[in-house]
T-cell receptor, first 113, second 110 residues
Framework: EAQVTQNPRYLITVTGKKLTVTCSQN?????MSWYRQDPGLGLRQIYY???????DKGDVPEGYKVSRKEKRNFPLILESPSPNQTSLYFC????????????FGDGTRLSIL | TQLLEQSPQFLSIQEGENLTVYCNSS?????LQWYRQEPGEGPVLLVT?????EVKKLKRLTFQFGDARKDSSLHITAAQPGDTGLYLC??????????FGTGTRLKVLA
């Protein structure tokens, strides 16, 4: 089954403790992206990747890192999480960025205390 | 920063009524997508519009891309409870960057 898998689905942690949210897709998609969703703000793009080893900043990249060492994986890293990064995070992938549907994971709800 | 403003933010209507959701920006987009999101899930694509003035229909849903590719609308005819959800528009800025609207939460009452 074609899917985008995120882990974990839920995480409660403390300020400053490094964490990684994994994202994996099995559709051989070139384009992958991370978003955060906050009430009243919609989805905001954090980082995107056009292909292996090619990444770029979205609208809200501060405090986040990503890597794309393999085509299927696109982890989101919070080196020193802060409470303002408490949010619902979505990973998405598409064959190409333009005019192709983005397939979203089911989300990761992150709480930073 | 590019913005996509959606209106209305919330909409509660009776089954059988018609409605229109708007997605507006001062920026031009390469293409525009509409998604629907259910609680606890990621957004799911409904449609992509690419050409200025383009109109696409998906059963009772009609999508239009503005002539100048800065705005879009979603019209639902004879809404049903199954249409309930969060509707999001997303514009492709340039080649790689997506800008999402703030969302319209629709509730259709039986």
């Amino acid at each position: 089954e074609a899917q985008v898998t995120q882990n974990p689905r839920y995480l409660i942690t403390v300020t400053g403790k490094k964490l990684t949210v994994t994202c994996s897709q099995n559709m051989n998609h070139e384009y992958m992206s991370w978003y955060r969703q906050d009430p009243g703000l919609g989805l905001r793009q954090i980082y995107y990747s056009m292909n292996v080893e090619v990444t770029d900043k979205g609208d809200v990249p501060e405090g986040y890192k990503v890597s794309r060492k393999e085509k299927r994986n696109f982890p989101l890293i919070l080196e020193s999480p802060s409470p303002n990064q408490t949010s619902l995070y979505f990973c998405a992938s598409s064959l190409f960025p333009n005019n192709q549907p983005q397939h979203f994971g089911d989300g990761t709800r992150l709480s930073i205390l | 920063t590019q913005l996509l403003e959606q209106s209305p933010q919330f909409l509660s209507i009776q089954e059988g009524e018609n409605l229109t959701v708007y997605c507006n920006s001062s920026s031009v987009f390469s293409s525009l997508q509409w998604y629907r999101q259910e609680p606890g899930e990621g957004p799911v694509l409904l449609v992509t519009v690419v050409t200025g003035g383009e109109v696409k229909k998906l059963k009772r849903l009609t999508f239009q891309f503005g002539d100048a590719r800065k705005d879009s609308s979603l019209h639902i005819t004879a809404a049903q409870p199954g249409d309930t959800g969060l509707y999001l528009c997303a514009g492709l800025s340039g080649t790689y960057k997506y800008i999402f609207g703030t969302g319209t939460r629709l509730k259709v009452l039986a």
